[in-house]
């Protein structure tokens, strides 16, 4: 008798995952017992209200938060397993409010490639540097030019240009056209969808615009209440 082959392990997964954040009252999860499970090359958009734990799920996969019960899962092994600095390199976390360290631009891109966990990688030369700001519509912003002097849309795209320079497995992006214009906005997306398709990467997407894909066909998902519900 033939056995059905096994189904695939999935990328990134919650397996009855409960969170709440301590010293709140009233005590209530924001996330209560949520499963997900997001095949490699995924391209997931997360969608529900404003302090629905939208940000607290992506944090969860790179251990900046840590869940009260369940499992989160990398490639069916608990991330708390990974060294940190090894994790956040296989999944890379793009936050609301972007951050930049004090240097040049050149400085804020090239700053992963001077961590220990990056030893014998090749560091991007100007040319690829400048490549790749020019894939998010940001190559007007010189390589030399104070990183604190950006505007808040401008270190959006600079630190979503230094997290695709290292190459991660899955990209997790909280907000990220929240402080951009239309063409600034559609350049990211784009970029988003190029990691996706192009270089098969996962992509957890969490955004309040309207987002209209033109190469992926996302899975949509809302987060509501503490639960996790798919909608498409």
Do not use: D, I, T
């Given at each position: 008798m033939l056995q059905a082959a096994p189904?695939?392990?999935?990328?990134?997964?919650l397996r009855g995952v409960s969170f709440a954040y301590a010293g709140v009252s009233p005590c209530r999860n924001i996330l209560d017992g949520v499963d997900l499970a997001v095949p490699r090359g995924a391209f997931v958009l997360l969608a529900g209200p404003s302090g629905a734990?939208?940000?607290t799920l992506l944090r969860l996969f790179c251990r900046l938060e840590e869940p009260q019960a369940g499992q989160v899962l990398l490639c069916g092994q608990g991330v708390e397993s990974l060294p940190p600095a090894r994790l956040r390199r296989r999944v890379s976390y793009l936050q609301q409010t972007p951050a930049v360290v004090p240097g040049t631009v050149r400085d804020n891109l090239l700053l992963p490639f001077s961590f220990k966990s990056a030893a014998g990688e090749p560091r991007p030369d100007d040319h690829a540097l400048r490549e790749i700001l020019g894939r998010l519509a940001a190559a007007d912003i010189p390589l030399d030019q104070e990183a604190a002097t950006l505007s808040v849309g401008q270190r959006q795209r600079l630190c979503l240009a230094r997290a695709l320079l290292t190459?991660?497995?899955a990209l997790l992006l909280d907000e990220p056209v929240s402080a951009l214009d239309a063409d600034s906005a559609r350049a990211v997306l784009g970029a988003a969808e190029s990691f996706c398709l192009d270089d098969g990467g996962t992509v957890l997407f969490v955004s309040h615009a309207d987002f209209a894909p033109r190469r992926v066909a996302p899975t949509q998902y809302r987060l509501e209440a503490g639960r996790l519900a798919c909608t498409a």
């Open positions: 189904s695939p392990v999935p990328h990134l997964a734990g939208k940000s190459r991660p497995e």
